[in-house]
């Protein structure tokens, strides 16, 4: 999705060249993995056929940019089709139980799936456009990457005083699975009813008893850049903390919140965004 979004300055995919990405083809042969494994957990029996098909034809794209604008296409389309956006969960049930609602939900899960990735694939494709200048995206580890950044942004999970944070590798296995089809089987956590991927590793930043050591070799390693630090005031470390490790390496420290907000799924009304901006 970077790569067709950010390094993507002309290629384009649109519903009217793409009719057969969502459809059996006679000369392909079909795995049917999806729907033998998830049976019930996140999408009917017919939506299961239906990404199975697409995700499987859409590998079959040579351009890359275009095939990354149909994932994008892809994972939007099954994101919006789940409660909560998430795949934390085997919820199914909240869709399909005929019970009376009083939210808006219904009508985008009703929406059939072929509607949503046309919706999608015209909203990626009339993203891309040319701004003259060459940009790339990269999907790696934030301490492998080069250093001559102009600013750098930093937009890690939110821990709580707990140590708890959102697991973004659980909340959305599935589109992960999703683009690593051939494999995905083997990367499957079978001791869970949701079937999410098996973690390697905790995240470092999921680590109450690491992570300030991490923000510290972060701030060190990009401190001839701007560092701009998006986290929150009840955080782990604190805003105050992350000062106290920024002014370790930059000379000027801005901080700025906003209102209270609530989180999807949280009983915490009282969290403030917080931006810390040195320089």
């Given at each position: ?25 006679p ?18 029996t017919h ?29 939007q389309?099954?994101i919006?089709?789940?409660p909560y ?10 869709r ?25 694939l015209?909203e ?11 940009c790339?995206?990269?999907n790696?580890d ?6 001559d ?23 959305y ?28 590793t905790?995240?470092?930043?999921l680590?109450?008893?690491?992570v300030?050591q ?11 850049s701007?560092?701009?630090?998006s ?6 470390p ?12 930059k ?22 965004e917080?931006?810390l901006?040195?320089?």
């Amino acid at each position: 999705m970077g790569k067709a979004l950010i390094e993507n300055s002309g290629q384009t995919l649109w519903p009217r060249d793409c009719s057969k990405l969502t459809t059996r083809q006679p000369e392909r042969t079909y795995d049917d993995f999806i729907q033998r494994t998830f049976r019930d957990i996140y999408f009917t029996t017919h939506e299961d056929e239906w990404i199975d098909v697409t995700v499987q034809n859409i590998r079959s794209i040579e351009n890359d940019y275009q095939r990354g604008l149909a994932f994008y296409a892809l994972f939007q389309s099954c994101i919006v089709k789940r409660p909560y956006n998430l795949f934390h969960r085997a919820n199914l049930y909240m869709r399909t139980s005929n019970v009376e609602r009083n939210f808006g939900n219904k009508t985008t899960w009703d929406k059939p799936f072929p509607q949503h990735f046309e919706q999608f694939l015209s909203e990626a494709s009339g993203a891309v456009f040319d701004s003259g200048i060459s940009c790339r995206a990269e999907n790696r580890d934030v301490f492998d990457l080069d250093t001559d950044y102009d600013l750098v942004y930093i937009d890690p999970p939110y821990m709580n005083a707990n140590g708890l944070g959102p697991d973004y590798f659980d909340f959305y296995h599935f589109l992960e699975g999703l683009a690593d089809y051939d494999h995905w089987e083997n990367r499957l956590d079978q001791r869970k009813k949701h079937l999410p991927l098996k973690a390697d590793t905790k995240s470092v930043w999921l680590d109450k008893k690491r992570v300030r050591q991490a923000f510290d070799d972060l701030f060190a390693k990009y401190r001839k850049s701007i560092l701009v630090v998006s986290y929150r005031n009840d955080g782990v470390p604190t805003p105050e903390e992350l000062q106290t490790l920024l002014k370790r390496h930059k000379r000027e420290i801005r901080s700025f919140s906003n209102k209270p907000y609530k989180y999807v799924l949280s009983s915490n009304s009282t969290s403030h965004e917080a931006l810390l901006v040195a320089i």
